[in-house]
């Protein structure tokens, strides 16, 4: 309950000096589990975001928003476990975000920006190969392109059209997996027992990037390059020593990104391209299995090229289309690594849009050879203001090889009310 205090008295803080606003959100999700041997209903976390906007003056901005997520069912093992709040109630509550944004800092063309924030970088529809600087938030499967949030500073330099941004992290936020579901993205990495090794935390450690944007006539393109660490571990350590269990050690490798992106609108189609040139550093695995030891690179240092692109359109009939070729999962790296991935995304309103349909398709394919296919079609009913009720399914298949095989048992039918505010 201490962040609750601590965002309350801020809140009150504020309120000599400004005329702080607060929205957020409610959102009440279901999830029934139909994919393997029997249904169940999981124990997936219901959502409720509370968010303070306060300008201090011209010049400054403060904003803070809490994340509370709360779950259905109690995680009661014992009779001592029946006296704790926590444990008859889970929930998990969190600082989101939280910065100070100062207009004109020095210099009248210089914002800055210091906090916790989301710096949302690339063009493209939510597959961004450059969007390097937040961890995933991979806790909604259904959901797994959301991107968390890190503490940075981010300054804003503005030449008529252009600008150019600067961005300094600390340290790296490692990625934010599902609740005992590691494998769903790391594979056999998520079966063993493990230890973790973050960078240490020094100056040497700290991660910073370069994002330019302009535009040339009807395109809008941005140019970057990040210094920094990948947010997904990589294994550097296995032991094998029965009758121990298998032991692993993982770190998160060093790499940079050179990017690009671009977006225009021809005839009332949108295009969009994004692709990233990643150079990572060599990584290697030892291995100790009964006494007798081995190396293996994990990673090699050879440049890799993750890219996306896109387009989108509405016809005259309301239906729209978003299509996308994603090369590189979020997860993969290295050359030779890398799945396509094909989405095709259709929404149409009915009755006077009160309600809406909409079916997304995803084919991944494997070297052109082994293939995996996800289907998501949802109907929402939105005809009441700030209100969302919806019906949708996740149903996913793949074969050997593919990342949709490990999701394979994970079928869900979901039900989800959402209210804004």
Known sequence: MGLSLMFLLTINTQLTNAQPTLSGFLQLDKRFVTGGDSTYIDNFYNQFRLEMKAPVGAQLYLFSSLDFRFYDFPETQSLSDLERLESEFPHELSVWEAFIDVYGFLFDDLDIRMGKQRIAWGRADKLNPTDNLNPNDFSDLVNFTEMATSWAFKGTWYFDDNRLTGVWLPGITPVLLPRNGAGLFLGDLGTFNDELNLPDRTPANSMFAFRWDGSIDKWDYSLIYFNGYDDIPIATSLTISPPLQPQIEMEFPRMQVIGADVVTELSGIGLWGEAGLFLPEKVELISDVN???????????????????????????????????????????????????????????????????????????????????????????????????????????????????????????????????
Do not use: C
Request: proline content about 2%; glycine content about 10%.
């Open 291 to 421: 006494g007798f030891s081995s190396r293996e690179i994990q990673l090699v240092d050879k440049p890799y090229l993750k890219f996306t692109l896109g387009g989108d359109y509405t016809f005259t009939n309301g239906i729209y289309l978003n299509t996308q070729w994603m090369h590189g999962f979020y997860t993969e790296r290295g050359t030779g690594n890398l799945n396509d991935y094909f989405v095709i995304g259709l929404e149409q309103d009915f009755l006077n849009e009160d309600v809406l349909v909409a079916l997304n398709n995803t084919l991944e394919v494997n070297d052109w050879k082994q293939l995996g296919y996800g289907l998501s079609p949802e109907l929402t009913y939105q005809a009441i203001d700030n209100l969302e009720a919806g019906l949708g399914a996740f149903l996913i298949w793949g074969e050997e090889g593919t990342l949709f095989n490990s999701w394979e048992e994970l079928d869900q039918v979901f039900v989800r009310f959402r209210v804004d505010f």
